[in-house]
C-alpha cells in the first residue's frame, strides 16, 4: 500500500508499488488495470490538464473488450461514433473496403472517439478505483536498487521523491523516462507532413465508414466523429512544414480540392487546422531493470489503421498482471528470464510487427496505379487479414526460444488456431490468475496434473469457437492477459503427457509465476 505522504517544507516523501509517469491513454490504462488486481500504484503527469485537442481517434475491438472487462464500455461508446467499416476510394472510381463484421468478438466494430475523451473516462475510472492522480509534476530522474526504483519529479512546490518498486515510463513520444534510461528510439521521419482539419462537413457522410481518399497527387482520411464533425488528414503536403509554420484553412482546402473528389472533402466549418509529422521508431529494448516503457514512449508508427492507442492498451495488459503479483521479475539473481523480460520480448516483437502492418504507403500507391482486373483484385488480396490485425484480436507471441525478430504472418480469423502465445478470441480473462479452458467433457484434475497448479484454480468450458481453434481436443491454460500459456492436449489415458507438461514453460517459464498468479 501507499505510504502516507509526509511534507518536509517543499519536499514531499511517497512510496507505492508502481509509479507511472505519464497520464495519456496508456498510462492511464494501466492504472486502472492495476488498480483493478488491488496494487497501489502512482500515476504522475507533467500537464495541468487533459490536452483537449484531438489526437488519436480509433478504439479497436480488443481495446472496447479491455474497457468492457473494466466497466467502461458503454460511457466510452456514448462518447464515440461506432464503426463498420474502412474504404479506400481512388480517384480512377475503384472502392477497396476493409470490414469488420464477423471478427470473433463481441464488438466487431471500433469506435471513432477523441483521445481527450478516452483520457477523461479512464482518469475518473481510475481515481473511483482508488488510484492517485498527480498533475503538474514533472519527472526528472531515477535512480535503481535491488528490488526499488527512487524517482525524483519537480512542481510548482519544489522537488518531490518517490520510492517505488517498478517505474514505468509511459510519457510518449519524447519520452524523458527512455532518455535516462540511454535507450536509442532508432527509426524513421516520414519524408513528408501529414494536413489535418477537423470541422462540420459541407456535404453528409456514411457515420458508420472511416474512409481513404487517393488522388494522384496525395491521399487523405475522413474520420467521423462525434456531434456530427468529421476529421480530414493524410501526406497532402509533400514537403516537411517547420514545428511553427501556420496553415490557414483556405490553404488546407485548397490542397486537398487537388485531389479531385470535389465537395466529398469540403468543410462547411473548420474548427481546427494542423500539420504533424509521422515517425516509425521502436525502442531497443524496454526495460532496465526495474523501469520498463509503454505506449508511444516504447514505439511510434504511422496513423493508419488507428494502432498507437491500442498498442498502448496492449501494453498496460501486457504489464499489469505481471506487475500485479509477488514474483514480478525485479530479481535478476532468480535465473532465466522473468515476467518482465517476457513483456519485453513479447510487446517489442509486436510493435514491430506492426509496424509493418501500417506502413501502407506503397499500398496506397498500388491503388492509385490499379487499372486492371488483376492489380485491382491484387490490391483487395493485400487488404485481407487487415481487419484482424488492426483488430488486435489474433496477437501471438513469439515462442520464448526464438528470438521474435521476424515478421509474424498477418492473421486471417479462418486460420486463426490456438497454440502458446496466441490470444483467446471470445475469453474475458480473470485478471488475477491463470485460467483452464476445458474441452467438453474435460477434466480439470488431469490439466492441474499437467501444470503444477490447484486443481479448483479458476476453470470453464471452451465456446464452440474456441475448441474449434484447437487441432485436437485439449485444456488450454490462459494468462490473466487473455493469451495462451500452454495447450494441453488429453493423452489415450486421459492425462496430458509428461512431455505436454513441458510444453507448457514456452510462454511462462517459471513455474512458480503459474502459482503466483494462479492461487
Known amino acids: 500500500m501507499m505510504d502516507r505522504e509526509t511534507n518536509h517544507g517543499s519536499v514531499t516523501h511517497t512510496g507505492t508499488d508502481v509509479l507511472i509517469i505519464g497520464a495519456g491513454p496508456t498510462g492511464l490504462m494501466l492504472g486502472c488495470e492495476l488498480r483493478r488486481r488491488g496494487v497501489d500504484c502512482l500515476v504522475v503527469d507533467r500537464e495541468s490538464r487533459i490536452d483537449r485537442r484531438t489526437r488519436a481517434v480509433m478504439v479497436h475491438a480488443a481495446g472496447l ?51 481527450p475523451e478516452v483520457e477523461a473516462v479512464l482518469a475518473a475510472a481510475y481515481r473511483d478505483m482508488g488510484g492517485t492522480l498527480i498533475r503538474s509534476l514533472r519527472y526528472e530522474r531515477h535512480t535503481q536498487e535491488a528490488g526499488s526504483v527512487r524517482a525524483e519529479l519537480t512542481g510548482e512546490a519544489g522537488p518531490h521523491f518517490v520510492t517505488a518498486r517498478h517505474l514505468v515510463g509511459a510519457d510518449g513520444a519524447g519520452s524523458t523516462v527512455r ?49 456530427g464533425l468529421v476529421r480530414i488528414a493524410g501526406p497532402v503536403s509533400a514537403a516537411q512544414l517547420d514545428r511553427d509554420t501556420t496553415v490557414e484553412v483556405t490553404e488546407f482546402q485548397s490542397t486537398v480540392d487537388r485531389l479531385g473528389f470535389g465537395s466529398r472533402l469540403r468543410l462547411a466549418e473548420a474548427r481546427r487546422v494542423a500539420h504533424y509529422q509521422v515517425h516509425e521508431r521502436l525502442a531497443d529494448r524496454f526495460r532496465t531493470g526495474g523501469a520498463v516503457l509503454a505506449g508511444d514512449a516504447a514505439h511510434l508508427n504511422s496513423p493508419a489503421g488507428g494502432q498507437a492507442m491500442n498498442t498502448g492498451f496492449g501494453d498496460a495488459a501486457a504489464l499489469a498482471w505481471r506487475l500485479g503479483h509477488p514474483l514480478d521479475g525485479a530479481d535478476p539473481g532468480r535465473g532465466g528470464p522473468g515476467p518482465l523480460d517476457d ?23 498500388a491503388m492509385r496505379d490499379a ?21 488486435q484480436l489474433y496477437v501471438t507471441y513469439p515462442a520464448a526460444d526464438s528470438d521474435g525478430g521476424g515478421p509474424q504472418e498477418r492473421p486471417h480469423r ?8 496466441a490470444r483467446v478470441p471470445g475469453h474475458t480473462p480473470d485478471p488475477r490468475r491463470f485460467t483452464l479452458l476445458l474441452p467438453p467433457g474435460g477434466d480439470p484434475s488431469a490439466a492441474a496434473w499437467a501444470t503444477g497448479i490447484p486443481a479448483d484454480t479458476l ?21 490473466p492477459d487473455g493469451h495462451v500459456a500452454a495447450v494441453l492436449p488429453e493423452s489415450p ?26 492461487v
Open 65 to 115: 473488450e479491455q474497457f468492457e472487462a473494466l466497466g467502461l464500455r458503454a460511457e466510452l461508446e456514448a462518447r464515440g461514433v461506432p464503426q463498420q467499416r474502412i474504404s479506400f476510394h481512388t480517384y480512377r472510381g475503384v472502392t477497396h473496403t476493409i470490414d469488420f463484421a464477423g471478427l470473433d468478438t463481441a464488438y466487431p466494430y471500433y469506435l471513432n472517439v477523441p483521445q
Open 179 to 227: 532518455e535516462r534510461l540511454g535507450i536509442e528510439f532508432p527509426g524513421v521521419t516520414y519524408p513528408m507532413s501529414y494536413l489535418l482539419a477537423e470541422g462540420t462537413p459541407a456535404v453528409q457522410v456514411d457515420r458508420g465508414e472511416s474512409a481513404m481518399y487517393i488522388g494522384p497527387a496525395g491521399a487523405v482520411s475522413l474520420l467521423p466523429l462525434p456531434d
Open 343 to 365: 513483456y519485453a520480448r513479447e510487446r517489442r516483437a509486436f510493435a514491430a510487427d506492426v509496424a509493418r502492418t501500417t506502413g501502407v504507403l506503397g499500398l496506397l500507391d
Open 371 to 391: 487499372v486492371t482486373p488483376a492489380a485491382h483484385q491484387a490490391v483487395q488480396d493485400a487488404l485481407s487479414g487487415l481487419a484482424e490485425a488492426w483488430s
Open 414 to 421: 479462418d486460420a486463426y488456431r490456438l497454440r502458446p502465445g
Open 459 to 479: 476453470s470453464a468450458g471452451q465456446t464452440p469457437r474456441q475448441a474449434a481453434l484447437l487441432p485436437v481436443p485439449a485444456a488450454v491454460l490462459v494468462r
Open 493 to 518: 489415458g486421459g492425462r496430458p503427457s509428461a512431455g505436454e507438461h513441458a510444453e507448457r514453460t514456452e510462454h511462462a517459464h517459471h513455474h512458480d509465476v503459474i502459482k503466483g498468479v494462479a
